[in-house]
């Protein structure tokens, strides 16, 4: 009986030695999915906070469907935690659902990055002041002069005076201003050696080089200040689940910052009807005589000069143009836009007629061509060797910026995602918030079929004998735009707006 009872302890004392490790090893796991629970449920949380905010996913109730399921997830792991049970299998729901959880805040916050970073310079623009003088001049300080000549009682006065405050500021220095009628004029008694300095907004750069091709290398900058200038273009809408709106589409052709303030080659005023799902494309093409708005004094000139006083002075002056109110604005540089095109395996575009581009000296045969970035930099650049001249260089703006987009929406963008998402920042400059953006997008995709995109463009009768107030010294071709043209493009306008047919 003795060794019986020996026996039977011993047998017990090992099974009790068993079941400690056992018993631990539930514990530690119980544990570990508590707080496995509760970092899915903060990623869960942020995830479905995100997506609401943003009107990501926002199409056939997927968000709604999305929050269900994580919830349903959380509910059951928790259940799961506090009865103690299956918790191999509750570990594994757990990490599953964190990886799913993770990966989509992920993309959300990719796309979030893309929106802030094309929104980062909405609200301010960039103008480069400078001093110049002559390149076989012994001045190189601005403390060697004791004046300069500017346009300061004609078009840009304010700027000119914001650089001399500035050269007073930093260099002690006080000039005294000549005035000129225009940029051009103050270059031309630079070089005729009537004055020894000149005041030059970088933007007017492209109109010198229009008067003389060699204009840089004839002058050399002593001083430069940026000044950064809100942009105003007006109340947007507060609503971004606005059915009806339009975007003014800049397109700019230049190097450098996107924010800084150039010309406009591109004019596109997109109007949008989410609800008939309609978009109509109105150019306006870049010699249309215009009253130009804010900096340009309401004075008639070229509708191209209205963006060297800013985005919000071509909005403006476009607003007053058709009779309706631009909610939004993008601007894109051409010359960085495009180098996507190559990240994005080219693009194909329908081509209506034969032509070849002087920048790169491409041949553009009629019907679809393929192109790369180089290739579709001159199909939108060209307009001397088209038959409608401006008229089809917008047609053309306009196919290669749907090409792109088009690009952009597919599977084929995945491949290089960080570098597209790298230039589209560098050459995108907007006012558009994310939950505008996706709310396009969900349309799209909710209605099953991409939206009805129209295309039109007001005419005009070319002329050389109109003033134009940022060149007065000039003989400009302008484009004198027909009352017709234009009275049937403001009528499609608001045919698209009020959901009817243009």
Known sequence: ???????????????????????????????????????????????????????????????????????????????????????????????????????????????????????????????????????????????????????????DKDNVTALLDHIKKTKKTELTVENSSSYIAAYKALINQETEAIALNSSFGDMLASHDADYASKIKKIYTYKITRQVETGKRRDDAN???????????????????????????????NRKTKKVLLTTTPRDSYVAIADGGAGQMDKLTHAGIYGVDASVHTLENLYGIRIDYYVRLNFTSFLKLVDL???????????????????????????????????????????QGGDNDRGKNQEKVIEAVIKKLTSTSALKNYNEIISGLQDSIQTNMELPVLMNLVNTQLESGGSYQVQSQAISGNGRMDLPSYAMPDSNLYMMEIQPESLDNAKAAIQQVMEGKTP
Request: proline content about 1%; overall charge positive; cysteine-free.
């Open 344 to 386: 994005l395996g080219g693009i194909d575009v329908e081509n209506d007629q034969e032509f070849t581009s002087r920048h790169g000296n491409h041949h553009f045969p009629v019907g679809k061509v393929h192109m790369n970035s180089d290739q579709a930099l001159g199909f939108v650049r060209e307009r001397y060797s088209l």
């Open 242 to 272: 606005a059915d009806v709106f339009n975007i003014y589409v800049s397109g700019i052709d230049t190097y450098g910052s996107i924010s800084s303030v150039s010309r406009s080659d591109v004019n596109i005023i997109m109007t949008v």
């Open 1 to 155: 009986m003795y060794l019986y009872l020996r026996g039977e302890k011993g047998r017990i004392m090992n099974q009790h030695r068993r079941n400690v490790p056992a018993s631990k090893k539930g514990k530690k796991l119980r544990l570990f999915n508590a707080a496995l629970l509760t970092l899915v449920s903060l990623v869960s949380g942020l995830l479905v906070f995100s997506i609401f905010k943003n009107n990501v996913l926002a199409f056939h109730h997927l968000n709604l469907i999305l929050s269900a399921l994580l919830a349903a997830v959380i509910l059951l792991a928790a259940f799961f935690v506090w009865k103690n049970k299956f918790k191999v299998l509750t570990m594994v729901l757990l990490f599953v659902t964190l990886l799913v959880s993770s990966g989509a805040m992920y993309g959300v916050k990719e796309l979030m990055d893309l929106s802030r970073g094309v929104n980062s310079t909405s609200n301010y623009s960039e103008i480069e002041m400078a001093v110049y003088v002559r390149t076989d001049s012994d001045k190189s300080d601005v403390t060697q002069l004791k004046k300069l000549t500017a346009p300061t009682e004609n078009g």
